[in-house]
């Protein structure tokens, strides 16, 4: 009986792992973000003595606490949900991609476990320089948590250092520094972790300003706002120069992502970069030659700018894409995606000869199927792929995620400088308008740091690595009903521990940092 | 095949068996949970072994994570056919440890949702559930699970995936195996003993301190008989070797115990770890004032767990066995990493000594001061 992989399983593993990624996304930023920022407080009471500063730190530690507790519980299930629900991923990929997670367990996680005990339980029991160097500690090993799975995942979008090996019908690492210091790592490091610190920034400034129209804790509040507007601002503009850095990278190595990033479907040179625009629902495929914008606003030449570093580079489309026959950067011509597909299934059928001329001790044959098999291997993914529209991401979802993040990216960086002045000018306290203004921007941080990876991930789509193995071709054999199963499970858990962590927070924040005990 | 490859695979089988040794000592503090209605008389008490095994609960989670995580780099085709083969044991223990992580944080914040009693439930359950259903699965290195693995299948463009579990319970089948679950449960009163050492030895109270000595006894009990009769049944029964020429998995008789007597060094660290566990009990138990049992103990568990998946993996046996098919068996050879890879993860590996080391010190330094009512009174951040 020949069997095929149930398309539902696909979809449905995929909305799991999409699941538990946003959810524990929810926590994670806050955790990098809050962490330094409770840090340099910690700091300032180290240098001046002033127990205010340590009461500070300590309400905001008492939050980060709440928000780390369940950040762990939902990263628990991601780490395992490649095994679960992506089983071939993990063989095939193993080699490279389970190195930085074991890494990221002993050298990150153990950080973090052991020092967040010191940070919470030391304050009585260990010197002032001990606690300090824990608490930086804990934070340190919460960032170079994210280091390591962010390596892990550049990876996946830019597989670097590696090469396929035949005989163990699996890719294999060549070399750890072009995994680790891939330049996709390091933009997508610095983009993450800088955009964590603003969601740390937005958070303190907007629990900050609810005390202020509360008309508590007023010094706190404006301490508080002062460093959290500051940090977050610089975050801001460091993350800006990092997605820049990403957005070219992006161009070079995933273009049908940029495509769907802008809605491109006919490139050209001096492409525009479109500012805001409303997405055609009337268009139904790719050719129907319907104009994809019922509206849109460009700034001319721009995409060409950011994806070449050209006014008037030639950027494609998703047309061109699937069509091929344009000219590459490095001066070759485009496959279409048909020729990808058939290159790709040349790559498979390769690998079943060589190996069954390597049963029959024939290495004349298997040496020629090996070269078969390597000069068509960079489109092995491609030969998984049934028909070349499933090649094409989902537009409206990309789309709109990447200018949800950059209009939201400026209006942090406009809000931060705002609240920085009237702070400066002592004016904080009686601007109502801003403390609601920063209050009700704590969502927007979340949604940002959400659509920001709704672009890296959806707009990756259909790869779990960039032309060498899709979603379609890494699952675990199982039934659609376990996996829907148990996406209810989780999808039950955690939004009831979500709203258990969202109630504690508000009651946490409700009773305010405690001053009575103002002795170091 | 190459020397150094071999010396590679076993030595990251040693750092597996390693980190899982210290899983099954640090699952104290799932023993403490599933120990805190019966010992805690009242909610003092009841918060005293929270905060005890509290502080320590962090070490057990990232232990297991890390277990994962290495077992992925080293071992992949294992992290792959097993997770996603046996997909509803792995979901139970995740689901187990889930809510752990969360109930100590939450259960006595305002706001909580759920109520206090339930976080403490969630933490019962995952004292009860965790060790056990760990235990079991760990079982199955001895006893086998139901899979095939053909890695051909990535050139069926149809269905492409390599691993294929030939059972519809997926993994749940191991609690019907008796024998995985004898581990389970001796990992599950294990955890409960070294437990009760951790609060004698952790918390000042002497009601709580003279309630864990006289329980030592029926837990004691329990465990040895669960221990023993696997042990018995590992060492008589048939293991599954591998032929060091042609590679083939073949059933040998008395396997496990064969390779305890082809590695004496491992007989020997065996009998002092099981020595070493039996006196950190027997001592506390008979020497009233005594608290020192839990590091006796703790090293004997981390030994005996060690020479347990050492005697899986090494001297030719497959650690992961396939009843269903014996050639789809996981070895160390045909499961393992690159060379390259495990030689760059060793580098990594030498910087074990030092993570413990802060452990150590860190650890030494929070517990200097023993819990008691006075701290749980105080109003500094407790559970």
Known sequence: MVENIDTSLIDWSRAQFALTAMYHWLFVPLTLGLGVIQAIMETIYYKTGDAFWKNAAKFWMKLFGINFAIGIATGLILEFEFGLNWSNYSWFVGDIFGAPLAIEGILA????????????????????????????????????????????????????????????VRNEMSDFWAVVLSPVALSKFFHTVLSSWIVGGVFVVGVSSWFLLKKREIRFALASIKIGAAFGLVATLLTAFTGDSSAYQVAQIQPMKLAAMEGLYEGGNGVGLVTVGVLNPAKQTYDDKVNPFLFNIQIPKLLSFFAERDLNAYVPGIINLIDGGFTESDGTVAL???????????????????????????????????????????YFGYGYVREKTDLIPP??????????????????????????????????EKATWLQWICLWSIPLAYIASQAGWIVAEVGRQPWAIQDILPVSASVSHLSTGSVQTTFFLFLGLFTILFVAEVGIMVKAIKKGPQFENLSN | MDTTYILLQNYWWFVISLLGALLVFLLFVQGG????????????????????????????????????????????????????????????????????????????????????KTYQVFLMLNGIFGPVLLGTAVGTFFNGAEFTVNKMNLTDLGMPVISSWNNP????????????????????????IQALLYFINNINDVEIGKRARKRLIPETALFLVFFLAFLIHTFVQDGFAINPETKEVFMQPYKYFTNLIEMPVLFVVLLVGVAGVLFGILKTIFAGS???????????????????FLCAGWNHTAYYPSVTDLQSSLTLENSSSSKFTLTVMSYVSILVPFVLWYIFYAWKALDLRKIDQKEMEEGAHTY
């Open chain 2, 33 to 116: 949970q599933s120990l805190l209605f019966s010992l805690g008389k009242n909610e003092i008490q009841q918060k005293m072994m929270l905060n005890s095994t509290g502080r320590k609960w962090e070490f057990t989670f990232t232990t297991l994570v890390t277990f994962g995580g290495a077992f992925f780099a080293s071992f992949p085709l294992f992290y792959s056919t097993s997770f996603g083969g046996a997909y509803w044991v792995w979901i139970a223990i995740l689901f187990c440890f889930v809510i752990q992580a969360v109930s100590y944080e939450y259960q006595s914040k305002k706001g909580n949702l759920l109520g206090k």
């Open chain 2, 290 to 308: 005594w608290k020192k049992g839990i590091w006796f103990s703790g090293v004997g568990t981390v030994l005996t767990v060690l020479v347990l």
């Open chain 1, 109 to 168: 996680f153990f950080m973090e476990a052991t020092f967040i005990a010191v940070m919470f339980f030391g304050w009585d029991k260990v010197s002032k320089r001990f606690h300090l160097a824990s608490t930086w500690l804990t934070i340190t090993g919460a960032t170079l948590s994210a280091l390591w799975i962010l390596v892990a995942n550049a990876w996946m979008q830019y597989p670097a250092g590696m090469h396929f090996n035949p005989d163990s």
């Open chain 1, 336 to 378: 279409s995606a048909e020729e990808k597909i058939a290159r790709g299934k040349m790559a498979i059928k390769a690998l079943a000869d060589y190996k069954q001329a390597k049963k029959d001790k024939d290495e004349l044959a298997a040496k020629e199927y090996r070269v078969t098999l390597e000069s068509n291997f960079n």
């Open chain 2, 169 to 192: 319970l997926h993994g749940l089948e191991a609690v019907f195996v008796v024998w995985n679950v004898c581990l389970g449960l001796a990992v599950f009163f294990l955890a409960r």
């Open chain 1, 395 to 428: 537009i409206g979802l990309t789309f709109y995620s990447f200018r949800i993040m950059v209009i939201l990216g400026g209006y942090f960086i406009l809000l931060f400088i705002v609240a920085m002045i009237m702070e400066n000018k002592k004016k904080m």
